[in-house]
């Protein structure tokens, strides 16, 4: 079941999961990240409405985080944020290593709170030389440079050296985001202050060009910037999407707003729009 978008919520309310659990319900999933917009869902706002859910019903279910970018983010520069196994509904958190990991791809990690939260059904017992191997990954030939990457970060890093990186990396999209927004066209969806993500559109009085004509536009001096739809319910909404990493500064973002900056006059003077949703030609 699929809670989709309405209006200006663009991700899950605790009210929303709730509404479509029942007794066949096996669990929610929240997202730590936006893949969109790069906002936190409220997990921890999600939790307290499911616990009144199994309070009024008697139904227990459980919560998965998916943390694929926020897992390996918000513990280093948002401690105060409630949404991991503090929380008594979380079962289980799976978090990219490969994103803010730092680790090149591809590698994952998943967590669960206890070994009572992983199901019998996921466990495969595999006969390899001589003797039973439990498993719930893939099986077999699969490089592991990544967790000796994963590993190696962590002993370099440790827990301020990631801080400190997403820290900085933070600061790089909130500066950016407001940089942008200044530039006037532009209207934020988000502002890079959770994940140092953020979607921005074009302000409603623009009709002569789209997102897809900036995304072409900063690709001619070397930008990808996607611009994408967003899902049912907001297929009306197209937006650009910025990620910050480790590796873009706060050099690279004033690039990529000069860059802007240069390209804008031209747009401007568009009688109409000349790319629609599908002419950027970013494939996934």
């Not at 930008?223 to 706060?250: C, E, I, M, Q, S």
Request: aromatic letters at 12%.
């Amino acid at each position: 079941r699929l809670v989709p978008m309405e209006g200006d919520r663009f991700h899950l309310s605790g009210e929303e999961a709730v509404a479509l659990c029942d007794e066949n319900t096996i669990g929610v999933v929240a997202i730590l990240g936006s893949t969109f917009e790069g906002s936190y869902e409220p997990i921890e706002e999600i939790c307290a409405a499911l616990d009144e859910f199994e309070r009024q019903t008697g139904i227990d279910v459980p919560v998965h985080v998916d943390g694929a970018s926020g897992a390996f983010f918000a513990p280093f520069v948002d401690a105060d944020l409630q949404w991991d196994f503090r929380l008594p509904r979380v079962a289980s958190i799976n978090a990219s290593g490969h994103k803010y990991g730092l680790v090149y791809p591809g590698v994952g990690w998943i967590v669960w709170r206890d070994a009572e939260a992983l199901p019998e059904d996921l466990i495969f017992w595999v006969n390899y030389l001589g003797d039973n191997m439990p498993t719930f990954a893939l099986n077999f030939s699969r490089p592991g440079a990544q967790v000796v990457a994963q590993y190696y970060n962590f002993l370099r890093l440790g827990f301020e050296g990631y801080a400190r990186v997403h820290g900085y990396a933070r600061d790089v999209a909130t500066r950016l985001a407001g940089q942008i927004e200044e530039l006037g066209p532009f209207a934020l969806l988000t502002r890079g202050d959770e994940l140092p993500v953020f979607a921005f559109t074009l302000t409603p009085e623009i009709d002569n060009f789209t997102v897809f004509d900036v995304s072409n536009a900063l690709r001619e001096r070397g930008w990808l910037v996607p611009a994408y739809t967003f899902p049912k319910n907001r297929t009306d909404l197209a937006a650009l999407r910025v990620v910050v990493k480790r590796g873009f500064g706060h050099d690279m973002a004033d690039l990529l707003v000069a860059d802007l900056r240069r390209q804008l006059p031209r747009l401007e003077k568009q009688a109409a729009p000349l790319h629609e949703t599908a002419a950027t030609g970013f494939h996934h």
